[in-house]
């Protein structure tokens, strides 16, 4: 599948001859997603300093039904804009040459945030029973790739998809994706990891498969396997289980996660690393024979999340270790990209070689106090057993997030969201303190 615009045109060829059959146009649905973020990024002990730009965003998002018939087809469309709004070239946050663009907008030539930019994506999409079949723009949101919606506009991939749902209980995935667009970019990238993604020299590929299945042992119960390959980075295996119990007046959910991940083809090789098919990590032992190449995958990751909910409140623990050379392999084309942890936060990852992290969070709900519709949530992450050729290294997160959506009137549905979060430690990630601000809206239009 080296180019998706020939199976893309003939599944909108169909959809032409058919698409005034009933359920196409009955069942279609288009929001437009108004959001407006302004980000401010305090760089303590690094050049960047302080990074601060504010936008508008626009999101289309329309969803048809499928035509009638045993083989069902539609079309989905997603439109991106994004708008600057304040910015200025010692805040863009795009000083590194390496990097792809600013905290939020694409850069132009004089090094600026750029006015404007977005995109179009197209998905065509048949179904056959309870089997469903999409090729174009995706989203997937999976433990081995998951997309990021963390600013103004969100990243999408370009690849295809299967899912079916033929057995009870039973939900098999699977699916390669060639290209990713970034949260701040109107055009698409190759596929890359950590170590890779430098934007002028960095190596990038066109493949990515996955699969998987989540299957529910009972109504508390989902348990999952699946497997991702990005060729010539990296295989990753994915085991997790989730459960609901009822304790008390209240809920316990337990969340178990394990990754084991390995090199691939080039990443294996010494002549692979050297091209630049490299990871990061820590790989000071290899002279005492560990026979793991300096940039080659290998992490294995577990955790363990629980979350007791009672009333309002909600309490959570939590416990994550790396072990292995390098650090958690994911798509990471260097533009922001979202990792399937429980210690993926607002800024931090706590994902490098050898880390382990406690996190604790407790969030509560205002309706029980006859607020409805606010909500806040603190969370603490504190990492350390950091590999480095200086000793093991340190970091901890402080996040705090309040929310709040009208619950009726004209504006119902309007949000209003404050993000706050401070980041602090002797590892390689700078120290920064960040405010996030976003004003969102849906307005339905079918």
């Not at 936060?345 to 994902?351: L, S």
């Given at each position: 599948m080296k180019s998706l615009s020939l199976p893309l045109a003939i599944a909108l060829g169909i959809l032409a001859q058919q698409a005034g059959a009933a359920g196409f146009v009955d069942d279609s649905k288009a929001t437009l997603g108004l959001r407006n973020f302004y980000i401010n990024q305090d760089t303590r002990n690094a050049d960047a300093n302080t990074q601060e730009e504010w936008g508008q965003g626009f999101l289309f998002n329309y969803t048809s039904g499928f035509t009638e018939g045993?083989?069902?087809?539609?079309?989905?469309?997603?439109?991106?804009?994004?708008?600057?709004?304040?910015?200025?070239?010692?805040?863009?946050?795009?000083?590194?040459?390496?990097?792809?663009?600013?905290?939020?907008?694409?850069?132009?030539?004089?090094?600026?945030?750029?006015?404007?930019?977005?995109?179009?994506?197209?998905?065509?999409?048949?179904?056959?029973?309870?089997?469903?079949?999409?090729?174009?723009?995706?989203?997937?949101?999976?433990?081995?790739?998951?997309?990021?919606?963390?600013?103004?506009?969100?990243?999408?991939?370009?690849?295809?998809?299967?899912?079916?749902?033929?057995?009870?209980?039973?939900?098999?995935?699977g699916g390669q994706l060639e290209h990713a667009k970034g949260r701040s970019s109107s055009s698409n990238e190759g596929l890359s990891i950590g170590g890779a993604n430098n934007a002028k020299t960095g190596q990038f590929v066109n493949q990515f498969y996955y699969a998987g299945a989540d299957y529910k042992l009972s109504k508390d119960l989902l348990a999952q396997y699946y497997y991702g390959n990005l060729d010539d980075f990296y295989t990753q295996h994915f085991l997790g289980l989730t459960h609901n119990l009822a304790l008390g007046a209240g809920v316990l959910k337990s969340d178990l996660r394990y990754f084991n991940s390995g090199s691939d083809g080039k990443n294996g090789t010494a002549a692979g690393v050297a091209e630049g098919f490299a990871s990061t990590g820590y790989y000071g032992l290899n002279a005492q024979g560990k026979g793991i190449t300096k940039g080659e995958v290998d992490n294995n990751t577990w955790s363990a999340l629980f979350t007791y909910t009672l009333g309002g409140h909600a309490l959570s623990a939590g416990?994550?270790?790396?072990?292995?050379?390098?650090?958690?392999?994911?798509?990471?084309?260097?533009?922001?990209?979202?990792?399937?942890?429980?210690?993926?936060?607002?800024?931090?990852?706590?994902?490098?070689?050898?880390?382990?992290?406690?996190?604790?969070?407790y969030g509560y709900d205002f309706a029980k106090l006859g607020v409805p519709g606010l909500k806040a949530t603190a969370t603490y992450l504190s990492g350390s057993n950091i590999e480095s050729a200086s000793g093991d290294k340190q970091e901890w997160e402080r996040d705090f997030r309040l929310d709040y959506a009208l619950q009726d009137g004209a504006l119902k549905g309007l949000g209003f969201s404050w993000r706050n979060a401070s980041l602090r430690g002797n590892s390689s990630t700078a120290d920064q303190d960040e405010n996030r601000l976003i004003v969102s809206y849906s307005l339905p239009l079918l």
């Open positions: 045993t083989v069902g087809v539609g079309v989905d469309a997603l439109g991106l804009a994004g708008i600057k709004l304040d910015s200025g070239k010692g805040r863009h946050g795009n000083a590194d040459s390496s990097k792809y663009a600013g905290t939020v907008f694409p850069t132009d030539e004089d090094g600026r945030a750029a006015d404007e930019f977005g995109s179009l994506g197209l998905t065509g999409k048949v179904r056959i029973s309870k089997s469903e079949g999409r090729i174009g723009t995706l989203q997937p949101k999976l433990p081995v790739v998951t997309f990021n919606d963390g600013r103004l506009l969100p990243q999408t991939f370009e690849g295809g998809q299967i899912t079916s749902n033929e057995f009870d209980n039973l939900t098999l995935i416990y994550q270790q790396l072990s292995g050379d390098s650090n958690f392999p994911f798509l990471n084309q260097g533009d922001g990209a979202t990792a399937y942890l429980i210690t993926d936060r607002q800024i931090g990852k706590f994902a490098n070689a050898g880390e382990r992290t406690w996190l604790a969070e």
